[in-house]
């Protein structure tokens, strides 16, 4: 392959693929916006090239000191068509006659498809700022939180996007949010646009009924258990509502309770604790009390018993399904009641959980529990659990299910997502849609875009399964139809669906053919998300942070410091600039390239 005749024929057999790709796809090119027609026809020329493995004929370009193909996702043609003239004048120079000249072809160039990109990415999230070229998306926590004070910090810290996730609230609170936002926006003078994020078929766990009726009492101990607090708990009459966090009931016969009154409780283990009353409004107790309506209060005054009664009152507290690895239960379809003594959990999807077959993989809450179907019937499926974080697990209601190796039939957009796209029509500037599996999933969304009057939003589509990976190319096609578009890597759920040990693979190859699509990618999930929440970034998201540049936007979510992770991704991203554009290195100038002593 080191054979320069060789490697110019390899060139030209590639650039021929690339050129005929586009003939290939005519059917699918010929509905593109006219817009978008050079870059879909540079995606299919990459399609073309990418279809082989080209390793041998990299390295031996490299030798030559010519480019090794790495960096022409963006301009395919164009870039074989300047290795083959290297190759041809180096061929020249070593007597060979030069080769014929080849017909012009309507190709970006690498200038074409930095402005392409460019162009594309303003339509979707309006210019960025004049200090970076990467985009900052916030997602709005409830609105409650977003006040004004909220917005005009974050967007002084550097947001330049707004989204706001519909799974969450209703229409009336993402109004509040966005009207806020925008009057915040308004202030800085500059543009904020909306993002409304459409839920998706929802896919969760189901409480089946309650968890156990208790409350623990416990005071605070230092590493040597002595009690450096006790515990306190409000005290209030029967008739009356129970103030928020630990409280007794007292009966409305022996109210107030006053400090001479010996307080004894006989809890669920059978232990004898004794609180101290404080006042007619709290008492204490310096040993752990778990409290349930068997439990038995006692109440003694000068040696004589003043009452006694139950705690009837006992809250439940949230169902939870404990399991740990090789136990076995049950996931059951909405509306199915899990038998006595069966432990079991239910499904928000009637036909996730139908779709399910023996040998199917089940994970719940973000991978953290990993189960396989034994075997299925009319009421659901019977798992065994194979994988947890931890010794055993509690499984919770409201956690997110994914099915890797399940095919759904069900449409991506239900009731949830049409009251998303009707708020959004009148109040956002994008959509971003959820569960894309197939390109007919986004032509139902461009349909139902046009019947609501939404041809002006952009669309983002989130990239979350195994199925919309392997379809990436035919939905991106199908995207290009009806401009804006954008792609958000949702890298939360695909590592889940995919593997996590997948996921740097494939999130690569998602900017690798959004690049020469010159499509916007918005990099999301757990950025920076640890200083989003505590204050204090870890190591590893700060490098995430900084390999994030490579996408045209980034994504964080909320959380009490997000004003203060804007403002440091704003910092990663600004520094970065000056190093990496994409896939190429930058040699701006280094401080230590000084002579060594």
Same mark, same amino acid.
């Given at each position: 392959?080191?054979?320069?005749?060789?490697?110019?024929?390899?060139?030209?057999?590639?650039?021929?693929?690339?050129?005929?790709?586009?003939?290939?796809?005519?059917?699918?090119?010929?509905?593109?916006?006219?817009?978008?027609?050079?870059?879909?026809?540079?995606?299919?020329?990459?399609?073309?090239?990418?279809?082989?493995?080209?390793?041998?004929?990299?390295?031996?370009?490299?030798?030559?000191?010519?480019?090794?193909?790495?960096?022409?996702?963006?301009?395919?043609?164009?870039?074989?068509?300047?290795?083959?003239?290297?190759?041809?004048?180096?061929?020249?120079?070593?007597?060979?006659?030069?080769?014929?000249?080849?017909?012009?072809?309507?190709?970006?160039?690498?200038?074409?498809?930095?402005?392409?990109?460019?162009?594309?990415?303003?339509?979707?999230?309006?210019?960025?700022?004049?200090?970076?070229?990467?985009?900052?998306?916030?997602?709005?926590?409830?609105?409650?939180?977003?006040?004004?004070?909220?917005?005009?910090?974050?967007?002084?810290?550097?947001?330049?996007?707004?989204?706001?996730?519909?799974?969450?609230?209703?229409?009336?609170?993402?109004?509040?949010?966005?009207? *806020? #936002? @925008?009057?915040?926006? +308004? !202030?800085? %003078? &500059?543009?904020?646009?909306?993002? =409304?994020?459409?839920?998706?078929?929802? $896919?969760?766990?189901?409480?089946?009924?309650?968890?156990?009726?208790?409350?623990?009492?416990?005071?605070?101990?230092?590493?040597?258990?002595?009690?450096?607090?006790?515990?306190?708990?409000?005290?209030?009459?029967?008739?009356?509502?129970?103030?928020?966090?630990?409280?007794?009931?007292?009966?409305?016969?022996?109210?107030?309770?006053?400090?001479?009154?010996?307080?004894?409780?006989?809890?669920?283990?059978?232990?004898?604790?004794?609180?101290?009353?404080?006042?007619?409004?709290?008492?204490?107790?310096?040993?752990?009390?778990?409290?349930?309506?068997?439990?038995?209060? *006692? #109440? @003694?005054?000068?040696? +004589? !018993?003043? %009452? &006694?009664?139950?705690?009837?009152? =006992?809250?439940?507290?949230?169902?939870? $399904?404990?399991?740990?690895?090789?136990?076995?239960?049950?996931?059951?379809?909405?509306?199915?009641?899990?038998?006595?003594?069966?432990?079991?959990?239910?499904?928000?999807?009637?036909?996730?959980?139908?779709?399910?077959?023996?040998?199917?993989?089940?994970?719940?809450?973000?991978?953290?529990?990993?189960?396989?179907?034994?075997?299925?019937?009319?009421?659901?499926?019977?798992?065994?659990?194979?994988?947890?974080?931890?010794?055993?697990?509690?499984?919770?209601?409201?956690?997110?299910?994914?099915?890797?190796?399940?095919?759904?039939?069900?449409?991506?957009?239900?009731?949830?997502?049409?009251?998303?796209? +009707?708020?959004?029509?009148?109040?956002?500037?994008?959509?971003?849609?959820?569960?894309?599996?197939?390109?007919?999933?986004?032509?139902?969304?461009?349909?139902?875009?046009?019947?609501?009057?939404?041809?002006?939003?952009?669309?983002?589509?989130?990239?979350?399964?195994?199925?919309?990976?392997?379809?990436?190319?035919?939905?991106?096609?199908?995207?290009?139809?009806?401009?804006?578009?954008?792609?958000?890597?949702?890298?939360?759920?695909?590592?889940?669906?995919?593997?996590?040990?997948?996921?740097?693979?494939?999130?690569?190859?998602?900017?690798?053919?959004?690049?020469?699509?010159?499509?916007?990618?918005?990099?999301?999930?757990?950025?920076?998300?640890?200083?989003?929440?505590?204050?204090?970034?870890?190591? +590893?998201?700060?490098?995430?942070?900084?390999?994030?540049?490579?996408?045209?936007?980034?994504?964080?979510?909320?959380?009490?410091?997000?004003?203060?992770?804007?403002?440091?991704?704003?910092?990663?991203?600004?520094?970065?600039?000056?190093?990496?554009?994409?896939?190429?290195?930058?040699?701006?100038?280094?401080?230590?390239?000084?002579?060594?002593?």
């Amino acid at each position: 392959m080191d054979d320069l005749d060789a490697l110019f024929g390899a060139i030209d057999e590639l650039r021929s693929r690339a050129v005929a790709a586009p003939g290939d796809h005519a059917a699918a090119l010929a509905r593109i916006s006219p817009g978008y027609l050079s870059s879909a026809r540079n995606l299919v020329a990459y399609l073309a090239l990418r279809a082989a493995d080209h390793r041998e004929l990299q390295l031996a370009l490299g030798r030559w000191g010519l480019s090794s193909l790495g960096r022409i996702e963006s301009h395919v043609v164009a870039a074989l068509d300047q290795v083959r003239a290297r190759l041809d004048d180096a061929r020249v120079r070593r007597g060979a006659p030069a080769a014929a000249a080849l017909p012009p072809v309507a190709t970006p160039t690498q200038d074409d498809a930095e402005r392409l990109l460019d162009d594309h990415t303003r339509a979707l999230l309006g210019p960025p700022p004049a200090a970076r070229q990467v985009h900052v998306m916030i997602t709005a926590p409830a609105a409650a939180v977003v006040d004004a004070r909220w917005a005009d910090r974050v967007l002084d810290a550097g947001a330049d996007v707004l989204r706001v996730n519909a799974a969450h609230e209703d229409a009336d609170a993402w109004l509040a949010i966005v009207t *806020t #936002v @925008r009057a915040a926006a +308004a !202030r800085a %003078g &500059r543009p904020c646009p909306i993002v =409304v994020d459409l839920p998706g078929p929802k $896919l969760r766990t189901v409480a089946l009924g309650t968890g156990p009726r208790v409350v623990r009492w416990r005071p605070d101990k230092d590493e040597l258990g002595r009690v450096r607090t006790p515990a306190r708990v409000a005290l209030h009459p029967a008739s009356r509502p129970a103030p928020p966090g630990p409280a007794l009931a007292v009966p409305d016969a022996l109210w107030p309770l006053t400090p001479d009154d010996q307080v004894r409780v006989r809890d669920a283990r059978g232990r004898k604790r004794r609180l101290r009353v404080v006042d007619a409004a709290c008492a204490t107790v310096e040993r752990t009390v778990y409290l349930t309506p068997d439990a038995t209060i *006692t #109440v @003694r005054r000068d040696g +004589a !018993r003043r %009452g &006694r009664w139950r705690c009837d009152d =006992v809250p439940a507290r949230p169902f939870a $399904l404990r399991v740990a690895t090789g136990d076995r239960f049950r996931l059951l379809r909405p509306g199915v009641a899990a038998p006595p003594g069966v432990a079991a959990i239910g499904c928000t999807l009637d036909a996730a959980v139908r779709a399910i077959q023996p040998g199917h993989r089940v994970l719940f809450d973000d991978g953290h529990l990993e189960a396989v179907a034994e075997a299925t019937d009319d009421a659901g499926a019977t798992l065994r659990v194979r994988r947890l974080a931890g010794a055993d697990f509690a499984l919770r209601a409201e956690k997110g299910i994914n099915l890797p190796d399940t095919r759904l039939d069900v449409p991506a957009l239900g009731p949830d997502d049409e009251r998303a796209l +009707a708020f959004a029509v009148d109040h956002a500037d994008v959509v971003e849609a959820s569960f894309v599996r197939s390109p007919d999933d986004v032509r139902a969304l461009h349909a139902r875009l046009d019947a609501l009057g939404g041809r002006h939003l952009g669309v983002v589509l989130k990239i979350e399964t195994g199925d919309a990976f392997a379809q990436l190319p035919a939905i991106l096609l199908e995207a290009m139809t009806r401009p804006p578009v954008g792609v958000m890597i949702a890298r939360g759920d695909l590592a889940v669906e995919i593997g996590f040990e997948r996921l740097a693979e494939v999130q690569e190859e998602i900017l690798w053919l959004c690049e020469a699509a010159h499509l916007p990618v918005i990099w999301a999930t757990q950025v920076l998300d640890t200083l989003a929440r505590t204050g204090q970034p870890s190591r +590893a998201e700060v490098t995430d942070a900084a390999m994030s540049g490579r996408a045209e936007c980034v994504m964080l979510n909320k959380g009490p410091f997000v004003a203060e992770a804007v403002a440091a991704l704003d910092d990663i991203l600004r520094r970065m600039a000056a190093h990496q554009h994409k896939k190429r290195s930058l040699f701006r100038r280094l401080a230590v390239a000084q002579p060594v002593a």
